[in-house]
C-alpha cells in the first residue's frame, strides 16, 4: 500500500478510505497484515482521482459512475450518470425556466425535456443569465452550440480511436469530464489573448 | 430584506451572511431595525450567487473577484482573478508536468510558463490525462486549441457588444464562468447524439 500510494501520489489514509468504500478492490492476501496491489489498483486509483479533483464528482458520484462503467454500460450511458451528479441547484423563477426551456427547445428543434440531466443544466445556466440580465449569452446560443457539435465530433472521434485495449466509455468520461476542463482552460488563454490588446485599466 | 430574499430565492440568513463578509453593500437604513435595498442589490446578489453556485468560487474567490470588478479594472485582470481560484491542486509527478509543459509550449509557439494561473490549471489536466494512458487525448489538442479560439472569437464578439449599462468585465465574468457550464452541457448533448445511434450495451 506504501508503494500504491508513493506511485500515484494519494495520502495512505485516502487509499485505505477509498478501499472501504469500495472505489478501489481489495489487494491479493499475501500475509496477515500485508496485501498485493497491481497495475490494475494503480490505474483504478488514477482515475478515481482524477474524476474527484477534476470532474469535481463527490464520492458518491464516482462510486455510480465506476458501478455503470464496470457493468460494461455504453458511454451514453455512462455520460448520463456522470451528467447526473452535475444538475446545478440554484432555484430559478418558474418564469425563466419557462423561457430557458422555449430557447433550448428551439435550439434543438424538439420541445426540450428538462427531466433529462443535461437539459436541466443547460435550462438552469442560461435562466440564471436571463436573471442576471445578460441575455445577450443566449443571443449567441446558436453559435456556441454549432461549435460544441464540432468540440463533440473530436471527441467522438476520439471514442472511435481507442484500441481494444481501453474501454470507449472510460474514454468518454475522461473526454468529457476532464476535457471540458481542458477546453475551459484553452478558451480562457485564447480570451485573454484576443482581450490583451486592450490597455490593463478600463 | 425579505423581498430581497423573495425576488432572488436566495435565504435571508444568506443574505445577513453575505452582507456581513461584505459581498452585499449594506441597505440604506430607513428605521431602528429597518434598511431599504434597491434593485442594485438584487443585482448584486445574483451575480454573488451564480458565481458561488454556477461558477464554483468560494466565498474568498467571490471577494476577490469582486473586488477587482468593482475596482473598474479590465476584463482580462478579472479573468485572471478568476481563474486563480480554478488551479488544480492534484500533485503531479515532475516527468508528466515537464511533458505536459512542452505540449502547452509546441501549442502556443513559446516556452509555457506555469505560473499563470490558466497554464498551470492546462499542465495539470493534461498530466493527468497522461498518467490515466490517455494520450490520445493530447493527440487531439490542437482540434481542441483550434475550436476553443473560435469559442473565444464569440465570447470576445459579445463582450465588444455589450451597452454601456453593463460593464465588459462582468460580461466578460459571466461568459467564461458560467459560459463554461453552458458549453460543456451543449457539447454533452452533441456528443449523447452522437454517440446515440450506437446501442445501449457495449
Known sequence: MAELSAETGVPVATVKYYLREGLLPAGRRVG????QYTPE???????????????????????DV????????????????????????RPVSAAARAWALGRVGELFGAPADDTDPAVANLVTVLAVCHGLGHDAVSGKLAEYAALAREVAAVDAALIDDVGPSRRPAETALITTLLGERLFAGLRHFALVDALGAAPAEA
Chains 1, 2 share one sequence.
Open 32 to 35: 496477515p497484515n500485508q496485501a
Open 41 to 63: 489498483h494503480v490505474k483504478r486509483l488514477r482515475l478515481v482521482c482524477a474524476l474527484r479533483e477534476i470532474g469535481g464528482l463527490s464520492l458518491a458520484e464516482v462510486a
Open 66 to 89: 465506476l458501478g455503470v462503467l464496470d457493468a460494461g454500460r455504453a458511454a451514453r450511458v455512462v455520460l448520463g450518470v456522470a451528467q447526473d451528479g452535475r444538475v446545478t441547484v
